[in-house]
């Protein structure tokens, strides 16, 4: 029959409030109502529950991603089968703590001031880690970019929106990479998707370095000949 929402709890840790708000999101199937007072929960739940509170404190996934992942587990795989795919898009950078942080704590962290955040977040420089119905927050990825790209930008007395360029052929360059990615696990079984998903986006993150590194530096030696040969 399964279990009341009592009984969940205890074997879970979690309170029925937390239940409740797990079902209204999606996280966890409708109970199976006897009357308006008594429900019966299916006893997988807790496994989910505790998915749930791994991914949330552990991995600050969104609950978009957090449902991707239950889908997953439903088709029958394991949490690390099911949150892969993410874990290689979504992962904490190496070497730095997982560690989030809301829109003051940023701001404080970076030295950004607000003019200057806004700024970013509207051309599309700034894309927060976790943005979701109204809630924002960074991560340690955020504020090395912010540090490091676009505090050092502002110091050299230049606008932000002269790198809008980078999002637009950000953009058309990711559009290029999903297509790559949708033609590679074109009649691929899920575990194979996953393998190659996860695959593609390292590779992506390599390419993109490489080549435009690459390509940066041909120029910067082409304009330092040409200055030499004209002094």
């Known amino acids: 029959m399964g279990l009341k929402i009592g009984e969940i709890a205890k074997k ?53 991603v957090i449902k991707n992942i239950l889908r997953r587990m439903d088709q029958g795989m394991s949490l690390d089968e099911a949150e892969s795919i993410e874990d290689a898009v979504f992962g904490a950078q190496e070497g730095m703590p997982e560690k989030v942080m809301d829109k003051a704590g940023f701001m404080e962290a970076t030295g950004l001031t607000r003019e200057e955040l806004q700024t970013a977040s509207r051309i599309g420089l700034l894309i927060p880690y976790h943005q979701e119905k109204g809630r924002t927050l960074y991560n340690q990825e955020d504020v090395l970019f912010a540090r490091e790209v676009l505090k050092k930008i502002i110091s050299f007395g230049q606008d932000l929106h002269e790198l809008s360029f980078y999002v637009d052929l950000g953009r058309q360059i990711v559009e290029c990479e999903m297509n790559l990615r949708r033609s590679a696990v074109k009649n691929r079984s899920a575990q194979e998707n996953i393998r190659i998903t996860a695959e593609i986006s390292k590779m992506a993150d390599m390419l993109r370095g490489y080549i435009l590194r690459r390509l940066f530096q041909r120029k910067v030696q082409a304009a330092i000949q040409k200055s030499l040969s004209d002094s």
Do not use: W
């Open 12 to 64: 879970s840790g979690v309170a029925p409030s937390t239940i409740r708000y797990y079902v209204r999101q999606g996280l966890l199937p409708e109970p199976d109502k006897v009357n308006k007072s008594m429900a019966y929960y299916d006893e997988r739940c807790i496994e989910k529950i505790h998915a749930v509170r791994h991914l949330q404190e552990r991995k600050y996934f969104p609950l978009s």
